[in-house]
């Protein structure tokens, strides 16, 4: 394939594979650390109004081939709620200065356990205190009420109190295991658009979709990607 990196173009025959595509912009843009958080994406779901809502989130992982993409929340969240309602998601990438922009829509499963413990187990400890912590999306009085639900729930976990949670030793740090609720959601994607930015407003853009059949495994069978050139 041409180096997508390099193109200040899609070439004239569309790539056969636009998440490769992706994937290599989305490392590019991590490796040369083009904003705080290179790897955010806003994930869009839908109600059982039909009304979407948007929120950033990070991905922890783009697997170009067979093609889904992977982020870590509370399932019982607003939007983990909505996705177990309707499991269609659009996401979206910008990265401002490289005049890149990424759209993906698919569908969402919850990742397999064991990759969700592999990856919490990877957190930061206090992340991981975090995740506990929070009842993410639900109602709250005060920040100094949940201060004090993060820190009873840390007691529970066997951590001593502590205004920072940092500032414990990390040999006096209980192991934390990842709360039933926490874990990945898996976006699987069946249509993607790259967009470039042209001069005077005259931008690249390819839409690609392909099937996606699925399958018992908690995955999706998936066909051909085959793209279209749209104006921009
Ligand atoms: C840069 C950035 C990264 C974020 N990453 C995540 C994330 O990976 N997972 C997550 O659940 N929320 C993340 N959030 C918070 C979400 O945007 C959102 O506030 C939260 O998930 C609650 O959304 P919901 O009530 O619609 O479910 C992030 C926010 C920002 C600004």
């Not at 990196?5 to 040369?32: F, G, H, Y």
């Not at 083009?34 to 109004?49: D, I, K």
């Not at 898996?186 to 392909?210: C, F, Q």
Request: hydrophobic share 40%.
């Amino acid at each position: 394939m041409s180096d997508p990196c390099s193109a200040k173009r899609l070439p004239t025959v569309l790539p056969s594979n636009p998440m490769d595509w992706a994937k290599a912009w989305l490392d590019e843009a991590v490796q040369n650390e083009v904003q705080r958080n290179p790897n955010s994406m806003a994930a869009v779901t839908v109600n059982g109004e039909g009304q979407p809502s948007a929120r950033v989130v990070l991905c922890k992982e783009f697997v170009a081939d067979p093609g889904y993409l992977v982020f870590y929340t509370n399932y019982k969240s607003d939007k983990a709620r909505q996705i177990a309602g309707n499991n269609k998601v659009a996401l979206l990438f910008h990265w401002d200065s490289f005049g890149r922009q990424v759209r993906i829509e698919g569908q969402a499963v919850l990742s397999p356990d064991d990759e969700s413990d592999t990856y919490f187990a990877s957190r930061d400890w206090g992340s991981q205190i975090g995740a506990w912590g929070s009842d993410q999306s639900s109602p709250l009085e005060s920040r100094s009420a949940l201060i004090a639900q993060v820190g009873r729930r840390a007691m529970k976990l066997g951590v001593g109190a502590a205004k920072n949670f940092k500032a414990i030793a990390v040999s006096e740090r209980p192991v934390i295991s990842r709360p039933p609720h926490w874990g990945g959601i898996r976006v699987w994607a069946n249509r993607i658009e790259l967009w470039i930015e042209g001069s005077d407003r005259i931008h690249d853009r390819a839409r690609w979709t392909r099937s996606l059949e699925a399958n018992e495994d908690n995955a999706f069978d998936v066909g051909e990607w085959t793209g279209i050139r749209l104006q921009p």
